[in-house]
């Protein structure tokens, strides 16, 4: 049995829960790199024209979105996930794939970036096909 979630426009009142409750390798990580993690998902959700929270007993559980010029040709995708929702793996994937079909519909360049030394982050990405995920940093 899943736990029920459900998916809704991103928000600005979203950031701080998820904020607190993202991976704590993926926080742990984007802290060595220099960024508070609210603050880094702040700009990351500021510079996004597209932003989907994933919402579970009332709490944002995953964040993700597109960054780019509406009419340009590649989007810069993103993905911001809890503790909690790694319990819904199947989920993550099948709504990923979906989200990055969306994308896709509009863009025909995707790029996401990944912290090196996020191991999961990085084998994610690859999975999803992205590749050379070893090469990105957040900037």
């Avoid at 960024?35 to 998902?41: D, F, I, T």
């Avoid at 010029?69 to 794939?97: N, Y």
Wanted: net charge neutral; aromatic share 8%.
């Amino acid at each position: 049995m899943s736990a029920a979630y459900e998916i809704i426009p991103g928000s600005i009142k979203h950031i701080r829960p998820m904020a607190r409750h993202m991976r704590a390798a993926g926080a742990i990580t984007v802290e060595k790199f220099g960024y508070n993690p609210r603050e880094a998902l702040r700009r990351t959700f500021v510079a996004s024209h597209y932003c989907r929270t994933a919402i579970m007993d009332g709490q944002p559980v995953a964040m993700w979105g597109a960054c780019g010029t509406l009419l340009g040709d590649s989007a810069m995708v993103w993905l911001v996930l809890s503790e909690a929702i790694q319990a819904l793996p199947k989920a993550v994937v099948r709504e990923a794939r979906a989200e990055l079909a969306r994308v896709a519909e509009n863009y025909q360049v995707i790029n996401t970036t990944v912290i090196p030394h996020d191991e999961a982050a990085v084998r994610f990405a690859t999975f999803l096909g992205f590749d050379d995920c070893m090469d990105h940093a957040i900037i």
